[in-house]
């Protein structure tokens, strides 16, 4: 999902024109200045990856005093003038009932629907109490740009007071920052497990992502139906980083002739073999053969260290090579995987060709505790790897996040007692 930038825009993104303490819009385009600041603060979060989308009441409308037009005009000459996607308006009064209005989040909801925007990992900035409520209610975290407005503050308090838009900004790039620098000082290497096209080359674009995994569960989970034009649409785009593909026999004969036609499909294709067959019989003849003959694998679905020592010994000395051992699924037995996960570190660690994988892991701690122990790679899902944007986040905002998640879905479910 994306993620944006919600921007109040009297005060905020051009001047507000202030009259005994309050703020009003300007009447017209002779009246519209930005801030000199203003150009270069969105630049900066346009470069960082971040939607900017305006939210703006304009309620003169509804009172007579302004025309809507006039509010496009003034919109169309900001959006032309600096890096804005668009602006959303609330054209209501005070005394109409609708759910655009700030402090309501009607804005930034429709927003969010319409790009798919990711609120959580969302900012609103702006310079009035109701604009923070409304980001906060949203789901966002917020920043206030303080005035000289003479106002009661009247809702939640912002997650940061700055002076500027410029501030601001560096505010929430510091916050990524801070984040993004916890995640690159990790040593272990995070693959993307899955088997969507556009969930693959979304984690394509992210430099944490070093490289992919897939398995025919996975295939099937997304509806591929064809397993060989899916692997070379994929290799078509995806070309410097490693991608493991599966055999699909359970006959070992067969196996082998799969693991050939597969290593061809790219010099960053490394071939899924698993430790045994359907009949528990072990694969390491063939992995042995595999190896011998330059074949970069991936001996999966491993859970004991003994799998481990042995499947490390037979490709010692060969091309580089991933072991695969499923820390999930032993979590999933009421073992803990850590100290297994420990050992194996050990054993591997006597062949440099060999990598560890850390495999299915259930939650975001297990990148960390993979770090800790000296994995060399975790596999996790998008939904797993989505969750980077919570690294670092304050927990109480995280719990009052949780509050709100609990109270929005009573409320559209209709919930009564």
């Known amino acids: 999902m994306k993620r944006a930038v919600f921007l109040d825009r009297d005060g905020v993104v051009n001047h507000a024109m202030v009259r005994d303490g309050k703020p009003y819009p300007p009447a017209n385009l002779a009246e519209l200045e930005i801030p000199d600041d203003v150009p270069a603060a969105l630049r900066a979060l346009r470069d960082a990856g971040y939607l900017l989308i305006g939210v703006t009441n304009q309620p003169d409308v509804a009172r007579g005093t302004q025309t809507r ?49 990711d609120l959580a990992a969302s900012f609103m900035i702006g310079d009035r109490w109701k604009d923070i409520e409304a980001g906060r209610r949203a789901g ?30 560096q505010w929430i790039l510091q916050q ?59 290799l078509s785009a995806i070309k410097d980083r490693p991608i493991s593909f599966e055999v699909l026999s359970d006959e070992f004969a067969e196996m082998g002739r799969q693991a050939r036609l597969i290593a061809q499909w790219g010099n960053n294709v490394y071939v899924k073999i698993p430790v045994t067959n359907t009949r528990r019989e072990s694969a390491i003849p063939l992995i ?39 820390a999930g699924r032993i979590a999933d037995t009421g073992r803990d995987p850590v100290p297994l996960m420990a050992a194996a570190v050990e054993l591997v660690g006597m062949y440099p060709n060999v990598e560890l994988i850390w495999a299915s892991p259930r939650e975001l701690l297990n990148i960390f505790q993979a770090d ?33 998640m609990f109270r929005e879905d009573a409320l559209k479910v209709g919930y009564s007692l």
Request: proline residues 4%; neutral net charge.
């Open 288 to 326: 042995r053969e595999l190896s011998t003959a330059g074949i970069k694998l991936n001996v999966t679905a491993m859970m004991a260290l003994e799998q481990v020592r042995d499947v490390s010994a037979v490709l010692a000395g060969g091309p580089p090579a991933y072991v695969s051992v499923f």
């Open 69 to 117: 037009a006039m509010v496009k005009t003034i919109d169309a000459a900001l959006c032309a003038r600096l890096p804005l996607d668009e602006i959303r308006v609330c054209y209501h009064d005070d005394a109409d009932q609708c759910d655009c209005r700030k402090p309501a989040p009607g804005l930034l909801l429709q927003a969010a629907q319409a790009h798919g925007i």
């Open 140 to 169: 966002c975290r917020t920043v206030h740009i303080e005035g000289i407005y003479a106002e009661v503050w009247g809702g939640a308090q912002p997650n940061a007071r700055v002076r500027s838009l410029r501030e601001a900004a």
């Open 372 to 404: 800790a122990v000296g994995c060399h790679i975790i596999t996790a899902t998008n939904d797993i790897l989505k969750k980077l944007d919570l690294v670092g986040k304050d927990l109480h905002e995280y719990s009052l996040d949780t509050v709100k």
């Open 176 to 234: 990524e920052r801070s984040a993004m620098k916890a995640l690159s000082e990790l040593r272990v290497k995070m693959f993307a497990d899955g088997a969507d096209k556009a969930g693959m080359l979304e984690m394509y674009r992210n430099p944490l992502i070093k490289g992919f995994t897939t398995n025919p569960t996975l295939m099937r989970k997304a509806g591929v139906t064809d397993y060989q034009a899916f692997a070379r649409d994929i």
